[in-house]
């Protein structure tokens, strides 16, 4: 896998720093109120989790390595798909509570509204990991831990290979930007990240922002009124893969060359996005890896038996331009 020179030191330090404390089960820092939540005792696991759908290519493979982790690990896993809805999770997570399982992990469809149910968890003294995206709630002891990317890194380093790309740019650069789910941490913090980097050239400008809610016919659908709204459109911007690919179609049925007329960032990096990177389709891609269940699994391994863990572990990550793309997809695993 190539490793672009946008990747900041201080990110991979952390990322491995964090891997090392996790690997060691040295205890940095962290709650340890809680324990293990233990609610019996017979020597194994049961874990309750949460998904948040199987809107994209990203989130089948998440749940793929959640599943076949906690195979690995020897954890029952008791799994809920909440089909993008928070009422689903919130319902899933009291039942969870009520079973008495021991760690609860979840990746939140949104960021706010948690607080009532995590204290829920808390009082019961079931331990609580988020994965993959995070909550907004300002006490920091009602989860142990949140493992998975940084978002905002994720639209910075997005916004940043654009600026260096129309640095030369004499006139306006349009931008569209395909948001994720209204809401969601990522959507949140990709949009941000991306708007801070561009900033740096007064020149591009975001014309159009829209939620095509992480999935292919979203982007597919918003891609068509953009197209048809703005009569020039150089870049876009998607959130992910998935309504990138969407995108494509809506692009190509307007007649014009995806990847040549607009320039098309996405995030993920999983296979179908990798292809179309490859292809000459996309033409950047942040990588989100969704191959979160073994460091899970081991959290929950550690948190069951009292153990203090790091409150926050980053996942590592790359970049993918179209040669570092091509050179990456026959080792691919998503
Ligand atoms: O939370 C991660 C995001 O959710 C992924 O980038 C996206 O594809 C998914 O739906």
Not at 75 to 89: H, M, P, R, S, Y
Not at 275 to 299: H, R, V
Request: proline share 4%; glycine share 10%.
């Amino acid at each position: 896998m190539g490793k672009m020179r946008t990747q900041s030191a201080p990110w991979r330090a952390a990322a491995v720093l964090a891997s090392v404390l996790l690997v060691g089960g040295v205890a940095a820092c962290g709650n340890s109120d809680t324990g293990g939540g233990g609610t019996k005792d017979d020597g194994k696991i049961t874990m309750g989790f949460s998904q948040v759908g199987a809107e994209s290519g990203w989130r089948t493979a998440n749940t793929i390595s959640i599943k076949e982790a906690a195979t690995a690990a020897g954890i029952e896993l008791k799994f809920d798909d909440a089909q993008q809805k928070q009422e689903n999770q919130i319902k899933a997570i009291r039942n969870y509570i009520q079973q008495k399982v021991d760690v609860i992990a979840f990746s939140p469809v949104v960021e706010s509204g948690w607080d009532t149910v995590l204290k829920e968890a808390k009082d019961a003294g079931i331990p609580v990991i988020l994965t993959d995206r995070s909550v907004d709630s300002a006490d920091k002891s009602l989860y142990k831990t949140f493992l998975g990317s940084d978002f905002v890194k994720e639209g910075k380093l997005a916004g940043e290979w654009l600026v260096e790309q129309k640095k030369t740019a004499s006139g306006p650069v349009n931008i569209v930007e395909l948001q994720g789910s209204t809401g969601a941490a990522p959507a949140n913090d990709r949009k941000k990240g991306f708007a801070e980097a561009i900033a740096a050239n007064p020149n591009l400008k975001v014309i159009a922002s829209q939620t095509g809610d992480f999935t292919r016919a979203g982007g597919k659908q918003v891609m068509e009124q953009f197209l048809k709204a703005n009569p020039k459109i150089d870049v876009l911007f998607a959130h992910n893969d998935d309504m990138g690919l969407g995108a494509l179609e809506a692009i190509t049925a307007a007649g014009k060359v995806p990847g040549k007329d607009i320039t098309i960032i996405t995030i993920d990096a999983v296979k179908d996005g990798m292809q179309a990177l490859a292809d000459g389709k996309f033409n950047f891609i942040a990588e989100c890896s969704p191959l979160l269940g073994p460091q899970l699994m081991d959290l929950a391994k550690k948190v069951k038996a009292g153990q203090e863990v790091p409150p926050r572990i980053e996942t590592e990550e790359t970049t993918f331009t179209t040669e570092q793309a091509k050179e990456a997809l026959p080792n691919r695993k998503y």
